[in-house]
């Protein structure tokens, strides 16, 4: 139990689906993030929020729109993706946005675009 | 800007035998550093920081790694290997006045463990 929980675990997808992540945090934090992780690549961030409001875009296309209903929960919305938009991605969660708060991370799902 | 270098994207060792994962980091202010461990199927969980404290930083798992200022390097050690520690290694860096959202992470180090 890790504390942040992810699912779907895995998700196949065609390029014109409409699918979407859910991560779940169980941990009353207020920082919530999105990682993409790529083989053989460092994780790049691609969405925060704190306290509910995004804080961070990291030039991500607009084929991905997360969503922030409320400090324990974040979806990732998928549209019209790239084959090369395979990959992890990984939720994760903080205290705050402070490096001194631990950051969590879930197990992740792996998602594969056909 | 920050950057992060770990060299070698294999490393293998017997088991028993010691560990000596590399990092060597670049950047203009001082830095944060950190190691995660993310075994198979599994999210990433934080191994040990170092936030300006002491140089050399005991983790979990019986882990530890030193700041060396003058090589800009956080190279992570274990004196002894377990099967159980086969897994990817990534250090990051951050400036220390920095937030999380500029927590730059390497390309990663796949530890074996050879019994």
């Known amino acids: 139990e890790t504390g942040v929980t992810q699912t779907p675990r895995h998700l196949v997808m065609g390029m014109t689906n409409k699918k979407s992540l859910k991560c779940e945090q169980h941990?009353?934090?207020?920082?919530m993030y999105w990682y993409k992780q790529s083989a053989k690549k460092p994780l790049e961030l691609m969405f925060v929020?704190?306290?509910?409001?995004?804080?961070e875009n990291n030039s991500v296309p607009s084929r991905f729109s997360p969503e922030c209903p409320n400090s324990s929960h974040l979806f990732l919305h998928l549209h019209t993706l790239q084959p090369e938009d395979s990959a992890l991605y990984l939720c994760?969660?903080?205290?705050?946005?402070?490096?001194?708060?631990?950051?969590?991370f879930g197990e992740g799902s792996w998602l594969t675009v056909v | 800007a920050q950057s992060v270098t770990q060299l070698g994207s294999h490393v293998s060792v017997s088991e028993g035998a010691l560990v000596l994962l590399r990092c060597n980091y670049s950047?203009?202010?001082?830095?944060?550093l950190f190691w995660y461990v993310q075994y198979p199927n599994q999210g990433l969980q934080l191994l040990l920081k170092?936030?300006?404290?002491?140089?050399l930083v005991k983790g979990i798992n019986g882990f530890e790694a030193e700041f060396k200022k003058s090589e800009t390097s956080f190279h992570l050690t274990k004196p002894s290997a377990h099967m159980s520690d086969a897994a990817e290694y990534f250090c990051?860096?951050?400036?220390?006045?920095?937030?999380?959202?500029?927590?730059?992470f390497g390309s990663g180090t796949q530890l074996t463990v050879l019994p």
């Open positions: 990051a860096v951050s400036p220390s006045s920095g937030s999380a959202r500029q927590l730059t």
């Open positions: 170092y936030t300006s404290a002491a140089t």
């Open positions: 950047s203009s202010v001082p830095p944060y």
């Open positions: 994760a969660s903080s205290q705050d946005m402070t490096l001194r708060s631990t950051i969590y």
């Open positions: 941990l009353g934090h207020n920082a």
């Open positions: 929020y704190n306290f509910k409001e995004q804080t």
